[in-house]
């Protein structure tokens, strides 16, 4: 499979972007901006050597599956790519791959911005109909966060119900916490070491910003999240092939690691892992900051009641609209730093009202007030279908899509 260069993978290091009085700061684990507009991505795909989603891969990707882009593609919250036309020919020609994401669980209950790149992974996988590897990476909470091994793990099971409520199919999705795959496959721990033994401490410290005084452990674990991308430390789902590609749909903040693990790749005989960047679902508070699962405030948790959600949205979210109702009637919306608008973009699937709501909130025509009362008809539509999913899936169930097995697919 044939793949476009990157940039030295050791330059990742420098992830902020400095234009005038604006600077975004983009790691994988600080993402802000001094702008309301939130992160300039444009930038960004530039600053970080990745290739912009342009309307020809799009009309490409249709022509290919046949089935229209799903609407995060369409809108830009997919913006950026590493060799997606790749993967794009791989499917042409009836040749392999898998989709490969996953979660890091340091909280109970995952936020609307967690569910962004699942919804689209399941698009995905119903699409492209190929096997799924779920990483949940229990360990990597345990080494930067307040959490003991054991709640670390246990979070992985509760994170992996609210997974599975998104509909993956369990005949072809496997997902795995670190802490009990790795005891489990010895497979994958070499393809671990392999990778290890390609990356250097200065190199590592270069990509991720590593100091003297940080563990061990964090400055071996890209190493583990490295390794999903390649399909030999896997030998129950691919029947021992090891070289089968893989396409990751994450946000852009998880590059780093796969700058890493493209860069060694080739070293190891391994294909290229291809990806597909997503933007970031703001906080309610303004686009400047991501929402955060530490904040209760600034998020929308799948697990949050009708009436949580409509205060949240009516006291928190951010707007673009004006100081009082004549002043908005007569300057109008901006759109560009509305919050609810800015969820809208998420998860309206009607581009018809979409295009409308951004019109006559534009204008002034259409206020506040009512933006934010469609908003909240959607989520609420959305957590009560995602709860009642979700109050199904038992330990037993969650069992079954961890067990390591062959997957169905047809190659």
């Given amino acids: 499979m044939a793949t476009q260069d990157d940039p030295p993978a050791a330059e990742v290091g420098e992830m902020s972007i400095q234009e005038g009085d604006d600077t975004d700061v983009v790691t994988p684990w600080e993402v802000g901006s001094s702008s309301m507009k939130g992160v300039d991505y444009h930038k960004l795909t530039k600053k970080f050597g990745s290739s912009s989603i342009d309307q020809e891969l799009i009309d490409r990707f249709e022509r290919i599956t046949g089935k229209p882009a799903h609407q995060l593609l369409k809108r830009g919250t997919f913006f950026s790519h590493r060799d997606l036309h790749s993967i794009l020919t791989l499917h042409e020609q009836k040749k392999p791959f898998y989709l490969y994401t996953g979660r890091g669980p340091s909280s109970e209950a995952m936020h609307l911005g967690h569910l962004i790149p699942f919804i689209f992974t399941k698009w995905l996988q119903d699409t492209f109909d190929v096997p799924l590897i779920i990483q949940l ?6 080494l930067w966060k307040d959490l003991s091994l054991e709640e670390a793990n246990r979070l992985a099971v509760q994170n992996s ?9 369990k005949e072809n999705t496997f997902i795995f916490s670190d802490l009990d795959y790795m005891g489990q496959s010895p497979a994958f721990y070499r393809t671990v070491c392999r990778i290890q033994k390609c990356v250097t401490f200065n190199q590592v410290k270069g990509i991720f910003g590593f100091g003297d005084s940080d563990c061990i452990g964090k400055i071996a674990f890209p190493a583990i999240q490295a390794a999903t991308s390649f399909s030999a430390g896997f030998p129950q789902i691919f029947n021992g092939k090891t070289n089968i590609p893989c396409l990751i749909p994450c946000a852009i903040d998880q590059d780093p690691y796969f700058r890493m693990t493209r860069d060694v790749a080739p070293r190891l ?3 290229k892992p291809a990806l597909i960047h997503s933007t970031f679902i703001p906080s309610l508070q303004g686009a400047n900051t991501k929402m955060s699962g530490s904040d209760p405030n600034s998020s929308i948790y799948l697990t949050d009641t009708p009436k949580q959600v409509k205060t949240k949205i009516n006291k928190y979210a951010y707007s673009g609209g004006g100081a009082t109702v004549e002043e908005h009637k007569e300057k109008g919306g901006n759109c560009d730093v509305d919050i609810a608008y800015q969820y809208l973009t998420f998860f309206l699937e009607d581009d018809e009202r979409l295009e409308e709501i951004r019109r006559t909130y534009t204008s002034g025509e259409l206020l506040t007030g009512y933006l934010k009362k ?27 899509y961890m067990t390591p097995r062959k997957l169905k697919y047809d190659y």
Avoid: M, P
């Fill in 374 to 400: 469609e908003l909240i008809e959607i989520l609420h539509k959305i957590l009560a279908d995602h709860q009642e999913r979700r109050k199904n899936i038992t330990d037993d169930i969650v069992r079954e």
């Fill in 161 to 169: 119900k609210d997974i599975i409520a998104c509909g993956f199919s």
């Fill in 269 to 271: 005989g391994y294909q």
């Fill in 137 to 142: 990476t229990d360990d990597e909470k345990f």
